[in-house]
C-alpha cells in the first residue's frame, strides 16, 4: 500500500475528483478506496467518517486546484479587470479539459456539492462557507481597486463580488445541468462586465 501519508493523499485525491464527478450521496467509500488503491480499513483509519474525508477532501482541492490559480490569476501585478478576466478564461478551459476526460460537464465542486447538501452536513457545510468567503475576497478585492482606478462604477464592492460569483455558479451548474460544454462560453462575455459599468456610466462625448 506504501507509506501512510501516500496512501492518505491518494484517498483525498480520490474523494475530491469523485465528488467532483459525481455527487456526495452517489459517492461510495468502496469507489474511494479502488480508485486510491488502498484497502477499506485503511480509509477509516485516516478518517473516521464519510463526511470527514469529504470534508478535508474538498479542502484538498481547495488547496491544490482551486486557490493556486485565484493565487496566480489574480496576482496584484495585473490590472483588476484583467485578473478577473483571465481567471474567468482559466475556469472556463480548465472546465473543458474535464468535458474532454470524462465526457461530462463537471461544474464547480463547491456549488454543486453546497446545493446537494444544504446544511444536512453541518461539517461539510462550515468547509464550503469557508471556501466561499475565500472565493469572494478575491473578487472583491479586485472590484475595490476597480472602483478606486474607476475601471468600474459600483457603490458596493462585496455586493458586487456576490453577484458576479452567483453569476459564474449559474453558468457552471446549468452547463452541468444540460452537459453543454457550449454553456461555457458564456464566463468569457462576463469577463467583460467592467468594462461595460464602466462604459454606462460615462458622459457622452462631445461631437
Known amino acids: ?38 484497502r477499506k480499513g485503511s480509509l ?13 477532501a474538498l479542502q484538498h482541492f481547495w488547496a491544490t486546484v482551486a486557490q493556486p490559480a485565484y493565487h496566480k490569476y489574480f496576482s496584484e501585478q495585473n490590472s483588476p479587470v484583467t485578473r478577473i478576466r483571465h481567471f474567468l478564461e482559466w475556469l472556463r478551459n480548465f472546465q473543458l ?17 453546497g446545493c446537494e447538501l444544504a446544511s444536512s452536513e453541518p461539517e461539510i457545510s462550515e468547509i464550503l462557507d469557508r471556501i466561499a468567503s475565500l472565493e469572494t475576497w478575491y473578487f472583491e478585492l479586485a472590484i475595490s481597486e476597480a472602483m478606486r482606478q474607476k475601471q468600474i462604477d459600483a457603490s ?20 452541468r445541468t444540460l452537459n453543454q460544454p457550449d454553456e461555457l462560453d458564456t464566463l468569457l462575455s462576463i469577463g467583460s ?15
Do not use: Q
Open 193 to 207: 462586465f467592467c468594462r461595460t459599468l464602466r462604459a454606462a456610466t460615462l458622459p457622452p462625448t462631445a461631437s
Open 1 to 38: 500500500m506504501g507509506r501512510p501519508s501516500e496512501a492518505r493523499k491518494r484517498i483525498l485525491i480520490a474523494a475530491s475528483n469523485l465528488l467532483w464527478e459525481k455527487s456526495y450521496h452517489a459517492l461510495t467509500v468502496e469507489e474511494v478506496c479502488a480508485r486510491a488503491e488502498v
Open 156 to 175: 458596493d464592492p462585496r455586493a458586487t463580488a456576490l453577484s458576479l460569483r452567483a453569476t459564474i455558479e449559474g453558468i457552471l451548474g446549468r452547463a
Open 97 to 113: 479539459e474535464k468535458y474532454r476526460e470524462h465526457g461530462k460537464v463537471l461544474g464547480w465542486p463547491f456549488f454543486t456539492l
Open 44 to 56: 477509516y483509519h485516516f478518517f473516521p467518517s464519510k463526511s470527514a474525508m469529504a470534508s478535508e
